[in-house]
């Protein structure tokens, strides 16, 4: 499938491409687009949800997989009208989850190292998360990409009731980046992500977009050649 929307005539993000058309930062999502956890994502929601009678649908993932945590447990609570606080169900939750990520989770196939090409060939590279920091760090030391990137930002450090539907997390990380290493604009950063309202965020804010293929982020292959149509780039697997 060719984009269009670039004079790049490949879907993939060959970085020698990239690097030739001045792309300078490449921003990554974790959950679904480096990190094989959401069929694990999945099982927590489904047992949380479970517990109170209700089935995970597709809609639900694709909002909580797009803002923070506490805007996640309070969209539960206020759907499902769950009887605990929106704090009580973030802790839940990151008790569900934490042990997985800092001891079981593993990256997607060749993800590392596309990571280690793209470093050597001198990208910047950050990360544009909606998990909380905790999860975050603790996935990324366990799995070893760590010390990567030149950024680590989560919708935490926003400070307002922000959602990946908004260019503000990217637009963060850019500023980040320019600040510390080389000024970069949001034309010249490509965003990879699994979930196509995080697509809109990035294409709101002037940023090439990559669908990356996840069976639960992205909707399952039904969806993925319209998702990966409207983005510049598409990876299936790395």
Known sequence: MTSGKTSLTSSYPDLK??????????????????????TLLADVDREFL??????????????V?????????RYTQMKYHIPLTWQEIVKTWDDMVFEFYRNEVKLKKAAKEYLERA??????????????????????AHTGIVDHFNCIITLEDLGDKVDKGRPDIFLKAVEYVSA?????TPDKALVFDDVPHAM????????????VYDKIGCGG??????????????????
């Open 17 to 38: 491409a990239l690097s030739k058309e001045g792309v300078r930062l490449l921003l990554f999502d974790l959950d679904g687009t480096l990190l094989d956890s959401m």
């Open 50 to 63: 479970g517990r109170y009678g209700y089935e995970v649908t597709q809609e639900y993932t694709d909002v």
């Open 200 to 211: 809109e965020g990035a294409r709101a804010g002037g940023f090439l977009t990559c669908a």
């Open 65 to 73: 997989k797009s803002v923070s945590n506490e805007d996640a447990a």
């Open 119 to 140: 470093k050597e060939s001198g990208f910047l590279l950050g990360v544009t998360t909606a998990m909380s920091r905790n999860n975050a760090i603790a996935a990324l």
């Open 221 to 238: 292959p039904d969806k993925w050649e319209s998702f990966a149509a409207e983005c510049d780039f598409s990876v299936f697997e790395f």
């Open 180 to 184: 510390s290493s080389a000024r970069v």
